[in-house]
């Protein structure tokens, strides 16, 4: 059973991580030849303070 783990900054649509859902699913199926019951995707979701990119906060580089 693949599982894909995924992590994103908040403040992603609903629309967005439904569509990640299934583009993931469809490329783990395509890539390994398993069945779509077969793939789990998480996707967990980081509060931009709590990212870095750089030594600075995600959050302070949004503003």
Not at 31 to 44: D, K, N, Y
């Amino acid at each position: 059973m693949p599982i894909a783990n995924i992590q994103i900054l908040k403040g992603r649509s609903e629309a967005d991580r439904k569509r990640l859902i299934a583009q993931v699913t469809q490329a783990i199926i395509d890539s390994l030849g398993v069945e779509a019951g077969q793939v789990r995707v998480v996707i967990s979701e980081i509060d931009p303070c709590n990212w870095g990119v750089g030594g600075i906060a995600k959050s302070d580089l949004m503003r």
